[in-house]
């Protein structure tokens, strides 16, 4: 697949194509540009290798759902459906065949009848995201300051850029720090995955403005009380969720409730529940901050046994052993293998950062947080998914169609999941990009949370957030400009070419 700048670079190539016309939008180059006057890395103090010290969201829940195409089912003729629906058989009424006071006494009467079956259809729909680049004059590309700017800069470190919300031809780090566009692209993929990471959780069609239209979040679909019949409004109850309030208690303290138990007990609720409606064992994940997971293991080991302890220490002259070495040993073996232990099966954990966090202030002189954590139901029925992404398929035929006669001026990527086009007027550059994803959940009945738990973690994590207190970031947004004394200017000196 032609990278996003071997597209880039193409237009104009056909005669004809991509040429601007007196009624173009004028477009205005923005630096900082990665080298030449003022280039990022036209440095002097400038060493090789380069260590990258930014972070980017670890959007573990984003990563774990699997992806599917919007135009699945249309044969490609359409790209998706604006409106998908969550239907659920959601019971029956009573009827007279409920109660045997009901049943004939007499010979050859008409027993009684049951109830109506209950149905409940919940709507979702697509978001609708956009990002573009910062112009690029092709004119001020690739252009140097002098010989030392011109060393390519070498990146020691690559960190990924997260697979959902990423388009896969994103230019490397190492591109991005020595190649104009390849920076703005790099520089627009990076911000778009921070505003779209807390979207996951927080994500709500109520914040639609225009053409600005959000995806249903996770605190949407894992919830109680919300779940109603896309036609008639009415309360759709046994599509709610499992959710459970924790209260603030931090979780190592000596009078939290046991965390442990609310996980297992929950566990135990949508588990039954799933067998009970015939989905068989569900598989899921369980997620939760990265801070949370580091103090959660140290408890994990202890209060599994808790129960077990209590109770023999009501008996008299009772006394409970418990193997320190062991029990470190196996917060050792949690924290590697990213399982943990819930009703004599391991289930896996999910660390993801963009899950929301309240700093609650300090307790025993250590700042303390509450957050959320979820139990993501991602297959029933031995396989079948019932928590996924599906995306608008950009690629569509009828789109297609229209792009043909566009030529170079628009194309996609990633099976269809990017629309991109590109805009190029007197020399300058900016190219856009539409996503359309939709986060579905067939099964909330059988999904989970508890608000509220609080840690007390000794130091919290850096932050990939720039609204967050724990982000840091410093540094320069350009480099210098290298003025020399000249035989047009002998007394003051000045920047060669002038741009």
Aim: aromatic share 10%; hydrophobic share 40%; proline share 7%.
């Amino acid at each position: 697949m032609p990278s996003i700048i071997e597209e880039a670079l193409k237009q104009g190539e056909t005669p004809g194509q991509a040429v601007a016309t007196k009624n173009d939008p004028p477009l205005a180059p923005i630096g900082p540009y990665s080298h030449g006057p003022n280039g990022l890395f036209n440095r002097r103090d400038r060493d090789n290798p380069v260590f990258s010290a930014m972070m980017t969201p670890q959007m573990g829940v984003a990563d774990a759902l699997p992806v599917f195409n919007g135009s699945r089912f249309l044969d490609e003729a359409f790209g998706g459906t604006d409106a998908a629906f969550e239907s659920l058989i959601t019971g029956m009424t009573a009827g007279a065949l409920d109660d045997f006071a009901n049943q004939p006494t007499t010979p050859c009467a008409d027993g009684p009848t049951g109830g109506l079956m209950k149905f409940c259809s919940l709507v979702n729909t697509f978001g609708h995201y956009k990002m573009s680049t910062r112009e690029v004059e092709i004119n001020r590309a690739g252009r140097v300051a002098d010989r030392v700017d011109a060393f390519a800069v070498q990146v020691a470190n690559q960190f990924p850029t997260g697979l959902f919300a990423s388009p896969t031809p994103t230019p490397s780090l190492q591109n991005a720090v020595n190649t104009e566009l390849a920076m703005r692209i790099w520089e627009m993929v990076m911000s778009f995955q921070r505003m779209i990471a807390p979207r996951v959780f927080t994500g709500s069609p109520v914040n639609n403005v225009g053409e600005a239209k959000d995806i249903v979040g996770l605190d949407i679909h894992i919830n109680t009380g919300n779940k109603v019949d896309s036609q008639f409004g009415t309360v759709c109850t046994a599509a709610n969720s499992d959710v459970k309030n924790f209260n603030s208690g931090i979780i190592d303290s000596t009078t939290a409730q046991n965390i442990m138990a609310y996980i297992e007990m929950a566990d135990a609720f949508v588990t039954h529940k799933a067998r009970r409606q015939g989905l068989g064992d569900p598989e899921y994940i369980i997620a939760m901050r990265p801070e949370l997971w580091q103090v959660i293991t140290e408890v994990i080991p202890v209060q599994k046994y808790e129960k077990i302890i209590a109770m023999i220490n009501r008996v008299t002259n009772g006394r409970a052993v418990v193997d320190s070495q062991g029990v470190y040993n196996e917060r050792n073996a949690i924290r590697a293998s990213m399982m943990i232990p819930v009703n004599n099966r391991f289930i896996r954990v999910v660390i993801d950062d963009t899950i929301a966090e309240t700093n609650i202030g300090k307790v025993a002189g250590t700042p303390a947080y509450i957050s959320t954590i979820y139990g993501i139901p991602l297959t029933v029925l031995g396989g079948y998914p019932v928590t996924f992404w599906e995306y608008f398929d950009h690629g569509n035929n009828q789109a297609m169609a229209i792009q043909a006669m566009a030529s170079m001026l628009t194309w996609v990527t990633d099976g269809g999941q990017f629309r991109w086009t590109s805009e190029f007027s007197k020399g300058c550059l900016k190219l856009n990009a539409v996503f359309d994803p939709r986060l579905r959940m067939r099964t909330p009945q059988i999904a989970w949370r508890i608000n509220n738990v609080g840690y007390a973690p000794l130091q919290h994590f850096s932050s990939w957030d720039p609204n967050s207190a724990y982000f840091v970031d410093g540094g320069q947004t350009q480099g210098s400009n290298e003025r020399y004394y000249s035989a047009w200017s002998p007394t003051s000196p000045t920047v060669p070419g002038g741009l």
